[in-house]
């Protein structure tokens, strides 16, 4: 099992910034990828960022040039630094890592975070 702690969320004015943080504990062995995901009120959970455990990177369009998501190995933490953010980048926001072993490919979750973004 893998344990996936969340933390940096909170209210914000549009244009501004917040980091989120996550840490991940337990059988951190064979994480390929880590990422954040977010879901609003209403719509479905979609793909922010990840990143693999070499460094390679993937952003949702509606991101890029203004969320940078970034990896401490040695900590086991994924980050994601958002600037310029927008209302509509309001949700929760979920860490996620993908491991893979013989047995297969597991995707585990955080509790989620919450960033508000006040127009």
């Known amino acids: 099992q893998v344990q996936l702690v969340e933390s940096g969320g909170g209210l914000v004015q549009a244009g501004g910034s917040l980091r989120l943080s996550c840490a991940a504990s337990?059988?951190?062995?064979?994480?390929?990828?880590m990422g954040w995901y977010r879901q609003a009120p209403g719509k479905q959970r979609e793909l922010v960022a990840d990143?693999?455990?070499?460094?390679?990177?993937n952003y949702a369009g509606s991101v890029k040039g203004r969320f940078t998501i970034s990896r401490d190995n040695a900590k086991n933490t994924v980050y994601l630094q958002m600037n310029s953010l927008k209302p509509e980048d309001t949700a929760v926001y979920y860490c996620?890592?993908?491991?893979?072993?013989?047995?297969?490919?597991?995707?585990?979750w955080g509790q989620g975070t919450q960033v508000t973004v006040s127009s």
């Open positions: 996620n890592a993908v491991r893979s072993t013989w047995s297969g490919r597991y995707n585990y």
């Open positions: 337990g059988s951190i062995n064979n994480i390929n990828a």
């Open positions: 990143i693999t455990s070499g460094g390679s990177t």
